[in-house]
C-alpha cells in the first residue's frame, strides 16, 4: 500500500527558510519520479516541483525557480524540498506525490508565511 507522510511545515516569516520532507513506503522509490504540489486558500492545486526517479532530473514551477529546491534520498525513501526566500504568496498546504503526475497523494503539511 502506498503511502506518503509528509512533515516540515510551520510558520515562518517571509524571506525565512523551511525544508519539507516526505517519508514514502509501499512502492519501488528510486522508480519513481517524486512531485511536490500546493494549494492555496481558494486557489487549485499547482505543482511546486518534481525530481526524477534517480535525482538527475527535475523540474520547478516560475514561481519558485531559483529559491525552492526539490531532492531525494533513496536509501532512505525520502524526498525534500528545502525553501528559502519564502514570500506571503507561498502560504499553502505542501502535498508530497507519487509520480508527475500524481496518482498517490500525501495528507499535506501547512506552510505559513507571514510576518
Known amino acids: 500500500q502506498v503511502q506518503l507522510v509528509e512533515s516540515g511545515g510551520g510558520l515562518v516569516q517571509p524571506g525565512g527558510s523551511l525544508r519539507l520532507s516526505c517519508a514514502a513506503s509501499?512502492?519501488?522509490?528510486?522508480?519513481?519520479?517524486m512531485t511536490w504540489y500546493r494549494q492555496a486558500p481558494g486557489k487549485e492545486r499547482e505543482l511546486v516541483a518534481t525530481?526524477?526517479?534517480?535525482?538527475?532530473?527535475?523540474m520547478y514551477a516560475d514561481s519558485v525557480k531559483g529559491r525552492f529546491t526539490i531532492s531525494r534520498d533513496n536509501a532512505e525513501k525520502k524526498v525534500y524540498l528545502q525553501m528559502n526566500h519564502l514570500k506571503p504568496e507561498d502560504t499553502a498546504v505542501y502535498y508530497c506525490?507519487?509520480?508527475?503526475?500524481?496518482?498517490?497523494w500525501g495528507p499535506g503539511t501547512q506552510v505559513t508565511v507571514s510576518a
Open positions: 506525490a507519487r509520480r508527475f503526475p500524481a496518482d498517490y
Open positions: 509501499g512502492f519501488i522509490f528510486n522508480q519513481n519520479a
Open positions: 525530481i526524477s526517479g534517480n535525482g538527475g532530473s527535475t
